[in-house]
């Protein structure tokens, strides 16, 4: 409801994205942040009333429909302007050209990146030879798997905030054997085509921080209209985050690889299937030897 807002005060400590928790001392100062429940009621009354609008993306849909975006828009409900979705497709041959692994078999994630994840990242990194782009839900999880690669292999590996992003970047791109690991700056707007990205690693389902208080406090909205709250907002942002990350590995119709997603959820949870509706329609399997064998193949040329 565009009527409230949500307050909260945070201080330097607390969970921040693409850092996890950073500890904070009592004379820290404290910062009060205010922002809307929901802005569709401002977007419909300010943007759309009296205008023609075209909204893009790439990931605005889930599945087939745009019902769930047009809804935070404020395009859906009595006296919302008229509206239509419309889906071009994709010039792309997502079963041909790519792969989407789920680690079905790995535990449910806990805290930080299990000795599971890690010894799995390496034999996926190993098995690509390097290329590998890993999205991680934090910096200390990224930085556990960096060292945990470059300890039992070989392979170069580049890891977010030991130099500038974009510098980072350009030297993934042009070394095709060496990997990338990053948090929520690589998750979207990395455009590396070719060779150089052959292999895109997801430690877990983006949902958003249990203690992030805009998102518990539109969930607790949602349920308090007789909606699903974890639906509506968590699986939500999860599923457009997921989009975007898939989205690094086909950048253009030469391209191949593989998705592998360490989060066991993705196939078991039953909100996996609309996670997965939000993906690239990429081939998909749970079986490690037909990706590391597909890797293995690309990887030879």
Known sequence: ?????????????GWEPGRGYVSAADTDPAT????PLSVAGRLREGLFQDRTV???SAT?????????????????????PAWEGLDVGSPFDYPKQGMLYVARDLPKPGRGVSEEQLERILQLVEASGGGALGLFS???????????????????????????????????????DT????????????????????????DRIPFPRPDDPLATARARAVG??????????????????????????????????????????????RYGGFLRAALPPLWTTDRLPVVTGALRRLHAG
């Not at 605005?60 to 919302?80: H, M, N, P, R, T």
Request: proline fraction near 2%; glycine fraction near 12%.
């Open 1 to 13: 409801d565009g009527r409230f807002e949500v307050v909260w005060i945070s201080r330097a400590g």
């Open 32 to 35: 009060l942040h205010v922002a």
């Open 54 to 56: 075209v909204l893009t």
């Open 60 to 80: 605005l849909a889930i599945g087939d429909s745009f019902d769930q975006v047009a809804g935070s828009l404020g395009l859906q409900g009595e006296k919302a």
């Open 138 to 176: 934090s910096r200390r999880g990224a930085q556990q798997a960096a060292e945990y690669v470059r300890e039992h292999s070989d392979l170069p590996v580049l890891v977010q905030g030991e130099s500038s992003l974009r510098g980072l970047v350009e030297r993934f791109t042009a070394e095709e």
């Open 179 to 202: 990997c990338l690991f990053g948090t929520m700056s690589l998750w979207q707007g990395v455009d590396v085509p070719g060779p150089s990205c052959r292999l895109v690693l997801i």
């Open 224 to 269: 308090r209209r007789g909606g699903n709250g974890f639906m509506a907002v968590s699986a939500y942002h999860a599923a457009i985050r997921l989009a975007q990350g898939a989205g690094r590995l086909i950048r253009s119709r030469e391209d191949r690889g593989v998705v592998a997603v360490l989060d066991s959820r993705l196939a078991t949870a």
